[in-house]
């Protein structure tokens, strides 16, 4: 079968402070707008400044915006991808990484993604945005050679070893979550330590009440978001332990790989520890994975897209570790129903007050599965490439051209 060439690559951005519309949602799922559980005084390395305690937006969680890759091929077919870059990312898709992709064969992916990341090296620092960019011209490239051979990503990926994808979600209301049928709830802390143990007892005091609401056997966990000191999440960690907290996510920022290993010396007997979501690149997840956390989490938008997730996940296979990526939707469904290491999986509660069923992406994402009852079939996906179209709706801007 003669394959199509990639004939051209177009960047559009979609909210972030270069945009004069906010809190659209989208593939920069923390641009939400007011009054969202996503934005409540959550715990982060900037929470020891009081201007910036109580809003992440108030420090920029949200400037970057929407990227959104579409790479068109000679026979027609389009594919395209969104993560988190807005206006930066369309920058170094249209001047930078398009030499590579344009002229290629649809099916040339690890060769694209390989040059893509070696001539950023200069830039990329190993992550943050320059990543994300990388990964979102991945995945657009993964849905578009789906798209031309009219086959889902998954099967591209050498096809599902389950039949369901089962979740727990993130969110304020676990105790909701369990009713839709989710496996487990992840509530964000809302304290660090500036807040003492002040701080501990309010989350626990949470944590205690969300345990006496789902009763034993639901999986509770905390999501820290880089918050932490070793001391502090040892304290809250073995705090925990009385309401059966499942895991400890994301104590302390992705480098801190001393950090963490030092964390897992004094964790609570069973309770795992996690992290991988702000780590962009293969090295760095083994350093993770040396470091023994339990649940490797990268997100597939921001590690270097399916490409990377899949040499990721036999790092940790390598260790009979998991891997079980941040919540990135159809963009890690398609990965984690091929992996025999990801016994369940996230789904990101982006509905404003964690109640109802909105797709994560939403609204950029046209046909944008949600688990019904806290799962996902493999039918759910079968569609071609992603399975699901840009909707063109959206407030995009393609802020520049090569
Ligand atoms: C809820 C957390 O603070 C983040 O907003 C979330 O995106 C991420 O950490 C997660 O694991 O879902
Ligand atoms: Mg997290």
Known sequence: ???????????????????????????????????????????TPMSKYKEYEQSRQSFGINVLGTLVVEVEASDGTTGFAISTAGTVGCFIVEHHLSRFVEGKRVDQIKLIHDQMLNATLYYSGGGGVVINTISCVDLALWDLYGKVLNLPVYKLLGGAVRDEIHFYATGARPDLA?????????????WGPAAGDEGIARDIATLADMREKVGDDFWLMFDCWMSQDV????????????????????????????????????????????????????????????????IIQPDVGWCGGVTSLCEIAAIAKARGQLV????????????????????FSEFLMTSPHADSLRPQFDPILIGEPVPEGGVMTAEQLDK???????????????????
């Open 1 to 43: 079968m003669k394959l199509p060439t990639i004939t051209a690559i177009r960047a559009y951005s979609m909210g972030g402070a270069a945009a004069t519309i906010h809190g659209q949602g989208g593939g920069d799922y923390h641009d939400q707008g007011k009054d969202h559980w996503i934005d409540d005084h959550i715990a």
């Open 178 to 190: 369990q009713k839709m049928g989710f496996i487990g709830g992840k509530l964000p802390t809302h």
């Open 231 to 294: 001391n502090y999440a040892t304290k809250l960690a073995h705090a925990a332990a009385p309401y059966k907290l499942k895991w400890m996510e994301e104590c302390f920022p992705p480098n801190q790989i001393e950090s963490y290993r030092e964390l897992k010396k004094h964790m609570p007997a069973g309770m795992l520890m996690t992290t991988g979501e702000h780590t962009g690149t293969l090295e760095a997840f083994k350093e993770l994975s040396d470091a023994g956390v339990d």
């Open 324 to 343: 079980v990526p941040h919540g990135s939707s159809v963009y890690s469904h398609h990965a984690v129903i091929t992996f025999t290491n990801t016994p």
């Open 384 to 402: 071609p490439g992603f399975g699901v179209e840009l909707n063109r709706d959206c407030p995009l801007e393609r802020p520049f051209t090569h």
